[in-house]
């Protein structure tokens, strides 16, 4: 069974902040994962990642892939209360090409 | 945001009845999808339509069924709604297979 966990489950950090979120997975022919934020409502789309040791950036969040530890981090930057949302890990595999959600680390950014 | 609605939006319903839960999309993509939202679980897949007609179970697809006979319309249906329905339910749609999903904004179905 494909397994998504991410860490920790909760945060809390204070403007300007800089935080790392973990995700690690187990499942049958990776072939890609992904970084979702969810606010209050529906999840958004934040990063893809196929291949290792790319990191892809997008203003203050980044996230790199490592395929041999079979894990990602998500790095945000001068963390803003905007930012605080549960952000979601999701992994692609070729068993049915269905998606596996983590349960999300809910960050909450203080002023 | 991409074209994807769902209602209700909230719905309170009783044991053993039937719900019906619509979404529509104007984005004319192939894929769509329902996932349900819970504590502790994240968001797991129910059933998908990779086209009119053609859909697929999901991980957790016992007590729900689907139907797509509209490009733009993917609806799912509890038969005989049961407390442990209870969940945030989001639509979701893309171009490619499960990659790039946009999710519609949730319905939340309380069964009591």
């Known amino acids: 069974e494909d397994k998504v966990v991410q860490s920790p489950l909760s945060l809390v950090v204070h403007e300007g902040d800089t935080v790392t979120l973990n995700c690690s997975y187990e499942?049958?022919?990776?072939?890609?994962l992904l970084w979702y934020k969810q606010e209050k409502k529906a999840p958004t789309f934040l990063f893809m990642l196929?291949?290792?040791?790319i990191e892809k950036k997008s203003g203050r969040l980044s996230s790199i892939l490592d395929k041999k530890e079979l894990f990602s981090i998500l790095n945000i930057t001068a963390t803003q209360t905007g930012d605080s949302a549960v952000y979601l890990c999701?992994?692609?595999?070729?068993?049915?090409?269905?998606?596996?959600f983590g349960g999300g680390t809910r960050l909450m950014v203080k002023p | 945001d991409a074209g994807i609605t769902q209602s209700p939006r909230h719905k309170v319903t009783e044991t053993g009845t039937p719900v019906t839960l619509r979404c529509h999309q104007t984005?004319?993509?192939?894929?769509m999808y329902w996932y349900r939202q819970d504590p502790g679980h994240g968001l797991r897949l129910i059933h998908y339509?990779?086209?009119?007609?053609?859909?697929d179970k999901g991980e957790v697809s016992d007590g729900y069924s689907v139907s797509r006979s509209k490009t733009e319309d993917f609806l799912l249906t509890l038969e005989s709604a049961t407390s442990s329905q209870t969940s945030v339910y989001f639509c979701?749609?893309?171009?490619?297979?499960?990659?790039?999903?946009?999710f519609g904004p949730g319905t939340r179905l309380t069964v009591t």
């Open positions: 979701a749609i893309s171009e490619r297979t499960h990659i790039g999903l946009y």
């Open positions: 499942v049958t022919n990776f072939r890609s």
């Open positions: 196929t291949s290792s040791g």
């Open positions: 999701a992994v692609e595999a070729n068993a049915g090409n269905m998606l596996t």
């Open positions: 984005e004319n993509h192939r894929y």
């Open positions: 339509s990779y086209g009119v007609k053609d859909t």
